[in-house]
Structures are given as structure tokens and as C-alpha cells.
């Protein structure tokens, strides 16, 4: 009965490789989204789909491209790895866009 | 851009204490989120605020609007080893209610 899932929750990967992370929320809501939470544990957001549209692209490189077949599930890509791609990655979704967001557990990627 | 302010950055208290943050902007918001991180897991929800001058409990925990609609605080009474963890502030601000803005967090700790 987990409200927003990802997986993997650990991923260890090489500089140069393409990687995805998923996420899925059974909460019925509009909006999903992708944080960057690095070492010092600062929040920033990525990206924000509603409904299937994106909303928010926070300059983020293009190597990171976000796809959501529908509205319960919010993907991440990652091109070309490099080392300070290395953070958690957390989902999240909310009701509406800007509402109370639910997070998911986290995937912590560490490039090597 | 819009930041957050949350102070203290860190804190150090003894179990048994009432623990004090806030969080700041320039910028007004229309709501407050408080959401505590604990370690290795998501940010969860603790307490929402719509309204300014509203002053919302959670069991323990106490949040209030400021009537200025730029600032909130977060008291949590009587601390206890499971409260250790980071707290952030969040929230929409007015000019950009699609998107959460999150505070660098203010990280309790409880000694022994």
C-alpha cells in the first residue's frame, strides 16, 4: 500500500553510463516531480508533470530527461553519467501543482 | 530567487526540551509546509498552513502562519529521541504557486 514508490533505492554505476530511475504513486494525483537532494542535504527541485505535461524544468542538462506514460508514473533518464550526478533522487507527487507533495523513499545514486 | 531562510541551521538539545525553528522569506506565500527527513528516507509531511495567523497543532507539534505571510515557526514540545532528524520548510510562493520551495532544513539533535 505504498503511496509513492521508486526503484531502484541504490544505484551504483560508472561515469558515461545512461541509467533510469522510476516512480510510481497510487494516490490518484495530478502531479508528480523530481528532486536533487545532495550532500548537505539541500532540496532542489528538477522537474513537475501534471498530467502527463511538464510544468516546471528547473535548468536542469538535458542529459536528464523525465517521461510520465501517464499520470501515476513520473520517470527519470540520466545520459552520460558524470561524478557529480552522484545525490538522492527523491519523487514526489501532490494533488495539484504546488500543493502538499508525498514523497517516495529515495534512490541514491553514486557515480564512480 | 525566492529562498528560505530556516534557522537555527543545527541544533543540539537535551531530550525533554521544547525545540524552537522558523523559516523566513522576502517573498510572500500563501501556504507553509513543515516536513521532517529522517535518515535514509523521504521528507514527510508534518503540518500544512493556508491562512495567515493560523496556529495548527500535530500532537506534539505546533506550526503558526505569520501574519506577515513571510515567515512560520515549528515548536515541537517535549523532544524525544525519534523527533532527531531534519526539518524543512516549504512552500509555494505568490508570484509561483506551481512550484514548492524548499528550506535548507534545520537538523535536531538529541543528546544523550
Known amino acids: 500500500d505504498t503511496a509513492v514508490s521508486q526503484t531502484p533505492k541504490y544505484l551504483v554505476t560508472q561515469m558515461g553510463n545512461d541509467k533510469s530511475i522510476k516512480c510510481e504513486q497510487n494516490l490518484g494525483h495530478d502531479t508528480m516531480y523530481w528532486y536533487k537532494q545532495d550532500s548537505k542535504k539541500f532540496l532542489k527541485i528538477m522537474f513537475s508533470y501534471n498530467n502527463k505535461e511538464l510544468i516546471i524544468n528547473e535548468t536542469v542538462p538535458n542529459r536528464f530527461s523525465p517521461k510520465s506514460p501517464d499520470k501515476a508514473h513520473l520517470n527519470l533518464h540520466i545520459n552520460s553519467l558524470e561524478l557529480g550526478d552522484s545525490a538522492v533522487y527523491f519523487c514526489?507527487?501532490?494533488?495539484?501543482?504546488?500543493?502538499?507533495?508525498?514523497f517516495g523513499p529515495g534512490t541514491r545514486l553514486t557515480v564512480t | 530567487g525566492q529562498q528560505l531562510n530556516q534557522s537555527p541551521q543545527s541544533m543540539f538539545i537535551q531530550e525533554g526540551e521544547d525545540v524552537s525553528m522558523n523559516c523566513t522569506s522576502s517573498?510572500?506565500?500563501?501556504?507553509w509546509l513543515w516536513y521532517k527527513q529522517d535518515p535514509g528516507e523521504g521528507p514527510v509531511l508534518l503540518i500544512a498552513?493556508?491562512?495567515?495567523?493560523e496556529l495548527t497543532s500535530n500532537g506534539r507539534l505546533t506550526a503558526q502562519f505569520g501574519i506577515t505571510r513571510k515567515d512560520s515557526f515549528l515548536n515541537i514540545s517535549a523532544s524525544i529521541p525519534s523527533d532527531v532528524g531534519i526539518y524543512f520548510c516549504?512552500?509555494?510562493?505568490?508570484?509561483?504557486?506551481?512550484?514548492?520551495?524548499f528550506g535548507k532544513g534545520t537538523r535536531l539533535h538529541i543528546l544523550p
Open positions: 517573498s510572500i506565500f500563501n501556504t
Open positions: 516549504a512552500g509555494p510562493p505568490m508570484n509561483r504557486d506551481d512550484k514548492i520551495i
Open positions: 498552513l493556508y491562512k495567515a495567523g
Open positions: 514526489a507527487s501532490s494533488p495539484t501543482s504546488g500543493g502538499e507533495q508525498y
